[in-house]
């Protein structure tokens, strides 16, 4: 994904925020949203604003960015990520159904 298109996500998001009062630093998952912008399948607004990201693409994130294996992605999200509590708007991880 090219950085514009990043960019255009991100900018989304935030406006949909800002629609809905919401302090947009707290929805993204990790601290720059550029980093994992491509896994962003949309948001969410009931019952809490947050933001959805694709599992899969989450991964192949945290491949790119840190020259990790599949599993050491995963391991690394298994413990840092999917027990987290960052907050009442934190993102949302879904894996995608392939059938």
Same mark, same amino acid.
């Given at each position: ?12 998001? #935030?406006? %949909?925020?800002?629609? @809905?009062?919401?302090?947009? +630093?707290y ?13 962003i ?6 019952p ?11 991964? #192949?994130? %945290?491949?790119k960015? @840190?020259?990790?294996s599949? +599993? ?28």
């Amino acid at each position: 994904m090219r950085k514009k298109e990043k960019e255009k996500i991100i900018d989304c998001v #935030r406006e %949909f925020c800002r629609e @809905n009062e919401v302090v947009d +630093e707290y929805v993204f998952l990790g601290s720059n949203p550029e980093d994992f912008a491509s896994a962003i399948l949309g948001v969410i607004d009931r019952p809490i604003v947050a933001v959805v990201y694709s599992y899969e693409k989450v991964i #192949r994130c %945290f491949m790119k960015l @840190n020259n990790w294996s599949i +599993e050491d992605a995963e391991e690394w999200y298994d413990y840092n990520v999917d027990g987290a509590f960052i907050g009442k708007h934190q993102p949302i991880i879904v894996r995608e159904l392939i059938y």
